[in-house]
């Protein structure tokens, strides 16, 4: 009887979204299979960094200061902050709703506004994440398939 030796191929990245870096020089992309963010350095299309993160990144956002880079963790039911300086991760967010998704900024960089998906006849959430304390301060209900969100237009 002899012993059969598996290999496992290399994850694949399953890319899900790519975000600008507020300068245009980096692009940031999410590899869900393969739970980790992609930096690219736009000047030379080469890997710059690779940022691991918690299961199934999904979305991405950078704040409008470029200080941080905000994602959501479809399968992980978290959103997870990182550092764009040092590529550390500060923090994860539990969601309210299983299946995080979308996540848009506040134009003063303090507020993530994360929309995450409900399961069968559930509502959708959207849960403000305050970026300098790192927490969740508040959820709002909304249509079941809560998937991208965005800002319209803001009044300063």
């Not at 200080?67 to 967010?93: N, R, Y």
């Not at 993530?112 to 069968?120: I, L, N």
Request: net charge positive.
């Amino acid at each position: 009887m002899g012993i059969e030796k598996h290999t496992m191929a290399p994850a694949s990245c399953s890319p899900t979204w790519a975000q600008p870096s507020v300068s245009g020089a980096r692009i940031f992309v999410a590899c869900n299979k393969a739970d980790e963010i992609l930096e690219i350095d736009t000047k030379t299309w080469t890997l710059a960094r690779r940022m691991k993160t918690g299961r199934g990144v999904y979305n991405l956002a950078v704040t409008a200061d470029g200080k941080l880079l905000v994602a959501t963790l479809k399968q992980g039911s978290m959103v997870e902050i990182f550092d764009i300086a040092t590529g550390k991760s500060l923090a994860q967010v539990k969601t309210s709703n299983t299946l995080a998704h979308g996540v848009a900024i506040s134009s003063d960089s303090r507020y993530a506004f994360v929309s995450s998906e409900g399961v069968g006849a559930a509502p959708g959430k959207v849960d403000v994440i305050d970026l300098m304390a790192m927490q969740k301060v508040g959820t709002a209900d909304v249509g079941q398939q809560a998937s991208g969100i965005a800002f319209w237009k803001m009044n300063h």
